[in-house]
């Protein structure tokens, strides 16, 4: 998995720099879970080409830094949540959300596989958080004892 975080990450000014990938789960899960790295890597080069899209589509110049955060499904389905350090524009949200969803996944097994991609936008400062906790996650929390990534993303994901 440590190949996956060093393909994937790119550098890039303008309207979407990337960090790091944040795998948000361990290397165990990740192994049974993932069957194909390289399809992984490829999809993750895909998310962070379409959200650089969407933010150039959405027409908002502003800077912040945070993360874009995706689990993959058994049966090839996606989600996307976003967890920036600062409110960000709605159309940008819509835009990244929309773009990184309409990417065919890689294959997954035996559960959610969940990371995400460390940004910032319109050369924004990178985020001081080493992982995400987005807003629907924080909630789904409250209260709670902890519980393993995968099951919060099954708990919180609405199909």
């Known amino acids: 998995m440590g190949a996956l975080l060093a393909a994937a990450a790119t550098y890039a000014a303008g309207p979407l720099t990337h960090f790091n990938v944040v795998l948000l789960q361990p290397s165990s899960v990740l192994e049974a879970r993932v069957t194909n790295v390289d399809a992984m890597a490829e999809y993750v080069k895909a998310v962070e080409a379409a959200s650089r899209e969407a933010v150039v589509a959405s027409g908002a110049r502003q800077s ?3 993360f ?3 689990a993959v499904k058994p049966g ?3 989600n996307v949540w976003l967890d ?3 409110l960000t524009d709605l159309e940008m949200q819509k835009q990244i959300v929309t773009r990184v969803k309409a990417i065919k996944p890689f294959e997954a097994t035996q559960g959610p596989v969940v990371f995400a991609l460390k940004v910032a936008t319109w050369d924004g400062r990178q985020s001081r958080r080493a992982a995400p906790l987005p807003p629907e996650w924080k909630n789904a929390t409250q ?3 902890p519980v393993e990534i995968g099951d919060l993303v099954e708990r919180v994901w609405q199909d």
Request: avoid cysteine; hydrophobic fraction near 40%.
């Open 64 to 66: 912040v830094g945070g």
């Open 68 to 70: 874009i955060v995706v």
């Open 76 to 78: 090839l389905k996606s």
């Open 84 to 86: 920036f350090d600062t």
């Open 143 to 145: 209260g709670q004892p």
